[in-house]
C-alpha cells in the first residue's frame, strides 16, 4: 500500500482571483452607473471619475513611497472603494470635498491597516462617514434628477429618507410628496448616485448571485430583517415598509457593501445574524436617530462585530462530535 501523502489546503484552485472578484462588482455597478448618468448627467460623470482617480492615486501613492510596498492597484480594488463613494454623496458634491474622501477612505480605511485583506471597516462607507460628519451641508443637500444644468447650480430637494423623518417628527403632510414605490424603483426621487434606481442594483445583485461573487444570506437577511422592523416601527403600514426598503442606501447597502468578502463573517450562519442585525439596525437609526440614513452607521457597527461572530459561529471541526 502506498503511503498517503495529505497537503495543506486549499487543494484545489478556483482559478478566482482578486481582480476578477473586483470586475464582477463592477460590471454589477454598472446599470446603476449608467441610470445615475443619465438622471444627473454632469454630476454623476463628476463625481464618479474625480473619486475613482483619487482612490486610484492616493494607493499608489501610499503604497510606493510611504509604505514602499508592490503597488496592487491593477487588482481593482481601489476603482471599486471610488465607484462605491461616488455613490454615497451627492452628484453636485464640490471636487475637493470628493478628493478628501478619498483619501480618508483609502489613506484610513484602507491602507491604514495594511492594505485589501486586512481592513476592518469597509473603506468607502469610512469616507462617506467622515465627509457627512465634517461636511453635513454639502452631504445633505441632493439634487433633483432630470436636470441640465451644471452640475454645482441645479435644483435641490426632499429625499424620500427626509420626508420620512418629516413624517416622524408630526408632518403628516410630507407623506403626500413621498414618491411611490414604482418611482422609488425606478429612481424619479433625490439622493445620491446609488440611491436613485433600487432596480438597476437588484439586476446588478442578481448577476453576481450568478456569478457566485456574493450567496444570498446577507443581502436577503438584511432585507427581510429591514423590512420587518421598518413593518413595526411605522404603525404596521406594509407600503411604508416597502419604501424603507427602496428608499436610500438600503438596498445598495445590503446588496454591495455589506457584502464585502473582508469585513463580513465567513460563514453561512455567523452572515445571516450579521444581515439581520444591520437591517435591524439601520432601521432604528432612521426610526429615533438624528441622521434620516442609518445604513451606513449599521454596516460600520457590525463590521467591528464580524470578528466576534466569526469566533463564536464557525463550521464544526472534523471529527468533533460535539
Not at 215 to 227: N, R
Amino acid at each position: 500500500m502506498s503511503n498517503l501523502n495529505v497537503s495543506l489546503s486549499p487543494h484545489v484552485h478556483s482559478g478566482n482571483s482578486v481582480r476578477k472578484s473586483m470586475l464582477d462588482v463592477l460590471i454589477a455597478l454598472a446599470p446603476a452607473l449608467c441610470v445615475s448618468f443619465y438622471y444627473y448627467g454632469l454630476g454623476a460623470v463628476v463625481v464618479t471619475l474625480t473619486s475613482v482617480v483619487s482612490c486610484v492615486l492616493f494607493e499608489y501613492l501610499i503604497e510606493k513611497f510611504i509604505l514602499k510596498t508592490e503597488v496592487r492597484i491593477g487588482d481593482l480594488s481601489a476603482v471599486l472603494t471610488g465607484v462605491l463613494l461616488a455613490f454615497n454623496v451627492p452628484s453636485n458634491l464640490p471636487v475637493w470635498i470628493i478628493i478628501i474622501g478619498a483619501l480618508i477612505a483609502i489613506g484610513v480605511g484602507k491602507m491604514t491597516f495594511g492594505g485589501l485583506g486586512q481592513n476592518i471597516f469597509n473603506p468607502a462607507l469610512v469616507g462617506r462617514v467622515f465627509l457627512l460628519v465634517a461636511f453635513p451641508a454639502q452631504m445633505t443637500t441632493w439634487p433633483q434628477p432630470m436636470q441640465q444644468a451644471h452640475y454645482t447650480d441645479v435644483t435641490t430637494g426632499a429625499t424620500p429618507l427626509y420626508l420620512f423623518q418629516q413624517y416622524v417628527a408630526g408632518d403628516t403632510e410630507a407623506l403626500q410628496q413621498m414618491p411611490s414605490a414604482l418611482d422609488m424603483l425606478l429612481g424619479m426621487h433625490g439622493g445620491s448616485l446609488g440611491e436613485v434606481c433600487a432596480l438597476a442594483l437588484i439586476i446588478g445583485g442578481i448577476y453576481m448571485l450568478c456569478r457566485k461573487t456574493i450567496t444570498w444570506h446577507i443581502p436577503v437577511s438584511i432585507l427581510l430583517a429591514a423590512f420587518c422592523t421598518a413593518f413595526l416601527c411605522y404603525g404596521f403600514d406594509i407600503h411604508l415598509a416597502l419604501q424603507q426598503i427602496l428608499a436610500g442606501g438600503l438596498m445598495l447597502g445590503a446588496i454591495y457593501m455589506a457584502t464585502d468578502y473582508v469585513t463580513s463573517p465567513v460563514t453561512p450562519r455567523g452572515q445571516l445574524l450579521y444581515g439581520c442585525l444591520i437591517g435591524v439596525l439601520a432601521i432604528l437609526i432612521r426610526r429615533f436617530g438624528s441622521y434620516p440614513e442609518g445604513m451606513s452607521f449599521a454596516i460600520l457597527m457590525l463590521n467591528a462585530c464580524s470578528p466576534l461572530i466569526n469566533k463564536y459561529i464557525k463550521p464544526r471541526r472534523f471529527g468533533v462530535t460535539k
